[in-house]
């Protein structure tokens, strides 16, 4: 059974599009993340919520809006979608916010912007 | 902020060598350290991990320990094999369990 699945696997749109990323954990964590990777492999939080409530929210366009309508499951929404919105989103869960926590990720999602 | 600093890449070793890939931190109070390895095409997998001064993390022959006297948690592992090749990410965690990354550095390993 995999533990945080997200879909799709891949993604290649057109500039200015909006597209969504689904994300589901089935470990019966309250806090799930998403993460951005580019290119070069870096990897960066974008956003954490716990038992469905915003907790971290970093500097990231107000193009991208996760929403959470139950603790399993977190998605991304994408408006007006850039070149450089391109790299492989990772979705991620962990037991709780505390510090600490391990975090389990997805396989990511390959975003590509024509 | 926090941040975290490791060893450029890529690292080439012959099977059987001995690896260590430095890794860095600078935060404020006294963060988690992990390591996590992404394989090609994959997420990643959490390797290991130490919540406090002088912990030591192991898990399939890798090692690390959390020096806090020279802020570092320097991967080891006694004898590499071709399956380790990977991409090894060095993170702490900060408020809100917020994971911040190194760079990461790829690893190869030939026979």
């Known amino acids: 059974d995999t533990a945080v699945s997200q879909t799709p696997k891949y993604l290649v749109t057109q500039m200015g599009n909006d597209k969504s990323i689904k994300c589901e954990q089935n470990?019966?964590?309250?806090?799930m993340y998403w993460y951005k990777q580019d290119s070069k492999k870096f990897l960066k939080i974008m956003f954490s919520?716990?038992?469905?409530?915003?907790?971290i929210n970093e500097t990231v366009p107000n193009r991208f809006s996760p929403k959470s309508p139950d603790k399993a499951h977190l998605n991304l929404h994408i408006n007006s979608l850039e070149l450089g919105d391109s790299a492989v989103y990772f979705c991620a869960s962990s037991q709780d916010s505390g510090e600490g926590q391990p975090q389990h990720f997805g396989d990511g999602t390959r975003l590509s912007i024509l | 902020g926090d941040s975290v600093t490791q060893m450029e890449g890529p690292v080439t070793l012959s099977e059987e060598a001995f690896l260590t890939i430095n890794c860095t931190y600078t935060a404020t109070g006294y963060p988690s350290l992990f390591w996590y390895v992404q394989y090609p095409g994959e997420g990643l997998q959490l390797l290991l991990k130490a919540t406090k001064a002088d912990d030591k993390g192991s898990n399939k022959g890798f090692e690390a320990t959390y020096r806090k006297e020279t802020t570092s948690f320097h991967l080891e592992k006694g004898s590499v094999q071709v399956s380790d090749s990977a991409v090894y990410f060095c993170?702490?965690?900060?408020?809100?369990?917020?994971?911040?990354f190194g760079t990461g550095t790829q690893l190869k390993v030939e026979l």
């Open positions: 470990l019966g964590h309250d806090t």
């Open positions: 919520y716990n038992n469905k409530e915003l907790i």
């Open positions: 993170a702490l965690t900060g408020g809100g369990n917020k994971l911040t």
